[in-house]
């Protein structure tokens, strides 16, 4: 009887970490994907404003693809620098270059 009960309060003190564990987990995630969609966001925006015109769609596909945040980050950083879409465009080309 008492093996019984320590076995049960064994599995439903397990459920209850394994739970919080998960829940920890999904916000971190949360967050992450907050982050990301944050600057894909920005990028965009930037781009829109600095050239008075729509990102063309394979640029917007690009960008909403890509799930590393310290390349979105430096995607961010290019589009504020760039002169104008097709340098914005060479700055992505360069920024994904296999290195050498």
Request: proline share 3%; hydrophobic share 30%.
């Amino acid at each position: 009887e008492g093996r019984q009960e320590g076995r049960q309060d064994g599995r439903q003190e397990g459920r209850q970490e394994g739970r919080q564990e998960g829940r920890q987990e999904g916000r971190q995630e949360g967050r992450q994907e907050g982050r990301l969609e944050e600057n894909r966001k920005a990028i965009l925006l930037v781009l829109r404003e600095r050239f008075q015109t729509e990102v063309p769609a394979d640029l917007t596909q690009r960008i909403e693809q890509t799930s590393d945040l310290a390349v979105l980050s430096g995607w961010l950083s290019a589009a504020a620098k760039a002169a104008s879409l097709d340098a914005f465009r060479a700055a992505l080309q360069v920024a994904s270059a296999p290195p050498t």
